[in-house]
Nanobody, 115 residues
């Protein structure tokens, strides 16, 4: 089992940047993969980016070149640096951890990008 605590998010103008943080209650090496999903109003939750415990990453095409996932293994924390934000990036962002067949979720943090 793992608990995830998110921070960051907020309101930013288009072209701006934000950084999200997700602190896990256990070592990131004990978690198969971590990542970020987002859900905009009226839309399905979608994968933004993930990172395996081995460090392999996978980005959604819509964020490649703009978003970067990183981690601090000493702090058991994963970060999402979001640059060149667009209004279509507006959503609730959720931290995710996968352990076997079980998904764990953070509480979600709102990101609003104004045009």
């Amino acid at each position: 089992q793992v608990q995830l605590v998110e921070s960051g998010g907020g309101l930013v103008q288009a072209g701006g940047s934000l950084r999200l943080s997700c602190a896990a209650s256990r070592s990131v090496f004990s978690i198969d993969s971590m990542g970020w999903y987002r859900q905009a109003p009226g839309k399905w939750r979608e994968l933004v980016v993930s990172i395996t415990n081995g460090g392999s990453t996978h980005y959604a095409d819509s964020v490649k070149g703009r978003f970067t996932i990183s981690r601090d293994v000493d702090k058991n924390t994963v970060y999402l640096q979001m640059n060149s934000l667009k209004p279509e990036d507006t959503a609730v962002y959720y931290c995710n951890a996968k352990m076997g067949v079980i998904d764990y979720w953070g509480q979600g943090t709102q990101v609003n990008v104004s045009s």
